[in-house]
């Protein structure tokens, strides 16, 4: 069956803790992104999008049926970003490409904190690579780089949905918590696919 599936997390559902709780990944990974997969499964239904990857359906998409597929793919994407916290940062190679563009680590996480902060309203921030150097980049509800032939090496979700169980208003305060789960090895691994 050319269905749409929700993948597994790659973590247990209490491994982000305390930085994002058991409850908020059963509603958000549970309920949020397993309602954007069903919903594309219905409105695919007798389509020509039946049977295409997500990554085909994104490309070619627009109003609900892309809203929905690129969530799917966005929310994917972020889970496979994250690990337990209290983990080494590595010195690897997108460590280095980002003192490079950035100056220092440290300026790299002002620049994306301050993308993950003032992004008005639902939406998600992103560090990409792009003609071979990184770049920060926002976009609005369910965009994603992929359509602006960027590729994602990192994301944060700053959807309400994504911290209000938590954090309640502090987004700030979630998007401080975040960095400490930010999953460098899979980043890495990103950055280094053609
Ligand atoms: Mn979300």
Do not use: C
Not at 13 to 42: C, M, R, W
Not at 51 to 65: A, F, K, P, T
Not at 98 to 106: D, H, L, N, P, R
């Amino acid at each position: 069956m050319a269905t749409i599936i929700l993948p597994a997390l790659p973590f247990l559902p209490d491994a982000l803790e305390p930085v994002i709780s058991q409850k908020t990944i059963e509603f958000h990974y549970g309920k949020h992104h397993q309602a954007y997969v069903n919903n594309l499964n219905n409105l695919i239904k007798d389509t020509a999008f039946f049977g295409l990857s997500l990554e085909q359906i994104i490309m070619r998409s627009e109003g609900s049926i892309f809203n929905n597929a690129a969530q799917v793919w966005n929310h994917t994407f972020y889970w496979d970003s994250l690990r337990a916290p209290g983990q080494q940062t590595p010195d690897n190679e997108v460590h280095k490409a980002i003192i490079s563009e950035f100056g220092s680590f440290e300026g790299f996480l002002e620049k994306f904190t301050a993308a993950s902060t003032t992004l008005f309203g639902a939406g998600w921030a992103w560090l990409i690579k792009k003609d071979n150097k990184l770049e920060i980049a926002q976009t609005g509800n369910a965009e994603t780089p992929m359509r602006k032939g960027q590729k994602a090496l990192l994301t944060i979700d700053v959807w309400e949905h994504a911290y209000y169980l938590d954090y309640q208003n502090r987004r700030p305060d979630y998007i401080k918590e975040f960095m400490k789960i930010i999953n460098w090895d899979v980043v890495n691994d990103r950055f280094l696919e053609v």
